[in-house]
């Protein structure tokens, strides 16, 4: 067996009964019991019924995909499997994988990154932000747009690089629809709109940051059993302070995990599981170097050939 990763999921590979396929099993509803007890109110229902479309609103998507992410990485290790040398998650799945690491006691976690969902809600007002998927297009080019885009009362900017050709962009409205406009200009294949209001990863979440900064103080981080990647640097931290701060800055800084994916190809990385609902990181990863092999965890046989793929079977 050689050094992989595990990658784990964020905003947007939520969906409703997006655990139906691991029904009955014990590891799976306990973690779903303790994400209810930490959070006051029923995760399996939510999760399996979303009986009042909540799941789609950050208060409540983001523990949802955390408590996911870490059942199916417990049930990963009670049936045999080893942990990854590294691991690394894309925006909201950063705090997944300080949770595989160590880091961050799992209860903790649900109610920080609930704190967190309700901070970047609170962050803007409904209506003044936006966000848009560019496909097409080099990301020098989209910098660029979005420049040219923006002025002093209004802007965008480069939120996710996602993968080479697609690019999410974030600020005020009216400049993401700017930008939209002048990327189809310049050629891209797409300018899709997301259907979220709060602009990630911009400046506009500073009011998020110095909340998520406060909160942070309250809660105990451990030294992690293993390199965790940051979002907001593309780099590997170990160290508590460091991570505390990589975690404020991830809010107003861009997932730079087409970077990510490049380094730890570069260090050897050559397989890795995308630990969590969907096959979104999988993907993405597929189209930064096809040579690397990622297998995912959608449903326990899915978990089963993962396994197999990391022992080399």
């Not at 704190?115 to 809600?121: C, E, K, P, Q």
């Not at 092999?293 to 089963?304: D, H, Y």
Request: proline residues 4%.
């Amino acid at each position: 067996m050689t050094d992989f990763v595990f990658l784990f999921p964020g905003q947007g590979s939520q969906s409703k009964g997006m655990l139906d396929a691991f029904d009955g099993i014990e590891v799976i509803e306990r973690t779903l019991e303790e994400a209810s007890d930490a959070l006051g109110y029923d995760m399996a229902a939510l999760i399996r019924d979303d009986a009042d479309d909540m799941l789609g609103q950050t208060e409540f998507t983001q523990p949802a995909l955390l408590t996911a992410s870490t059942a199916i990485l417990r049930l990963w290790r009670e049936r045999g499997g080893p942990d990854a040398a590294q691991v690394a998650g894309h925006s909201l799945g950063e705090y997944s994988a300080l949770v595989a690491a160590g880091a961050i006691d799992f209860s903790d976690a649900v109610r920080l990154v609930e704190f967190r969902g309700r901070a970047m809600t609170d962050a803007v007002a409904a209506g003044v932000g936006k966000m848009a998927a560019i496909l097409g297009l080099d990301d020098g080019v989209v910098e660029e747009l979005c420049a040219a885009a923006s002025d002093d009362d209004e802007k965008v900017w480069a939120a996710n690089y996602n993968c080479p050709g697609q690019l999410v962009v974030a600020g005020h409205a009216a400049a993401v629809e700017r930008m939209m406009v002048n990327a189809k200009a310049a050629g891209a294949r797409r300018a899709l709109p997301l259907a979220v209001s709060a602009p990630s990863h911009t400046p506009l979440m500073q009011p998020a940051a110095d909340a998520m900064a406060a909160r942070l103080q309250e809660i105990t981080i451990h030294a992690p059993a293993c390199p965790v990647w940051s979002n907001a640097n593309a780099a590997p931290e170990q160290d508590v302070a460091r991570i505390r701060t990589a975690l404020v800055a991830q809010l107003v800084s861009p997932v730079r995990w087409t970077e990510t994916v490049q380094k730890l190809a570069a260090s050897g990385i050559r397989q890795g599981v995308e630990m969590g609902p969907g096959k979104v990181l999988s993907g993405l990863v597929k189209r930064i170097d096809s040579g690397m092999q990622v297998g995912v965890s959608v449903n326990p046989g899915q978990i089963e050939a993962s396994l197999a793929m990391i022992a080399g079977e």
